[in-house]
């Protein structure tokens, strides 16, 4: 396996960001650049390329929620098994 080097991470202020998302976007995926959005300098969320070996990862989520009934209502203590 060849690894290539990676570009730097380009830092971008979130208010930058949202009305530039797609073009931002398609640096990650084109040019493989890693994007991290900050808020007042604070890195907040990281835009990283998906990589083969997380492809694989995701594969083998995917399927495993067979019926999610209301995703937007908070999960309340009861209904998770480890807290039992």
Do not use: C, N
Not at 19 to 29: G, H, I, K, Q
């Amino acid at each position: 396996m060849v690894h290539m080097k990676q570009p730097p991470t380009v830092r971008i202020p979130k208010s930058r960001f949202k009305p530039r998302a797609f073009e931002y976007f398609r640096l990650v995926e084109q040019k493989r650049q890693e994007i991290l959005i900050t808020d007042h300098g604070r890195p907040v969320v990281r835009i990283a390329p998906v990589e083969e070996a997380d492809e694989g990862e995701l594969a083998a989520l995917r399927g495993l929620v067979v019926k999610y009934v209301e995703p937007f209502e908070p999960v309340g203590a009861e209904d998770w098994e480890a807290a039992r």
